[in-house]
């Protein structure tokens, strides 16, 4: 079955960008029945949807969050990524990555999740 | 973007009993070329990612225990704990998948009386 693990920094200054990669395994990120997405959810708080890739490269965005964010994917080593610029305290939370069975165009239900990061963001 | 509204925030439920979660979806998830509701119920329990549990409304998610179940009237969504185990005490989200954005509901946390 697949495994999701987030990778990247736990601290992000105010205005820098906050960068992180889920690597998948027990799978290929380039099967199409899957596309390959990010959630968060601030401490305390639900969950938001960021945004999601397929293996070709199609991205679909959070319209709230889309000029901040940028979603690639590197097939050769089964790995997907998030950038989010200029970040401010209110992005602080726990990122998750997951996979979504394709039910239709850049959506689907999350079957697998990571583990999670929290990523803070203060000075 | 749909808006989800889960009822009610919070439940308190004795051990055994019956436990119900509403989501009302602010339009139609519902897709009838497929003849099915794009929604789904995750259980998340404290310091643990999400656990899908229903998908398509009603369908369970392998090895998730028969005493969850889900039902469907319209844009109104439930879902059911038969018989609540200590081990069900979580915060439990409906999400929709029909449209992007993805959105969720806001989470109803569900304890032991």
């Known amino acids: 079955q697949l495994q999701l693990q987030e990778s990247g920094p736990g601290l992000v200054k105010p205005s820098e960008t906050l960068s992180l990669t889920c690597t998948v395994s027990g799978g290929s990120i380039k099967s199409g029945s899957y596309y390959w997405g990010w959630i968060r959810q601030p401490p305390g708080k639900g969950l938001e949807w960021i945004g999601s890739?397929?293996?070709?490269?199609?991205?679909y965005y959070n319209p709230s969050l889309e000029s901040r964010i940028t979603i690639s994917v590197d097939t050769s080593n089964n790995q997907f990524s998030l950038k989010l610029r200029s970040v401010t305290a209110a992005d602080t939370a726990i990122y998750y990555c997951t996979d979504l069975v394709a039910t239709g165009t850049g959506r689907g239900y999350s079957d697998f999740w990571g583990q999670g990061t929290l990523v803070t963001v203060s000075s | 973007d749909i808006v989800l509204t889960q009822s009610p925030d919070s439940l308190a439920v004795s051990l055994g009993e019956r436990a119900t979660i509403n989501c009302k979806s602010s339009q139609s998830v519902f897709y009838s070329s497929n003849n099915k509701n794009f929604l789904a119920w995750y259980q998340q329990k404290p310091g643990q990612p999400p656990k899908l549990l229903l998908y398509w409304a009603s369908t369970r998610e392998s090895g998730v225990p028969d005493r969850f179940s889900g039902s469907e009237s319209g844009t109104d969504f439930t879902l059911t704990i038969s018989s609540l185990q200590a081990e069900d005490v979580a915060v439990y989200y409906c999400q929709q998948y029909y449209s992007i954005p993805q959105t969720f509901g806001q989470g109803t946390k569900v304890e032991i009386k």
């Open positions: 890739i397929f293996y070709s490269g199609t991205t």
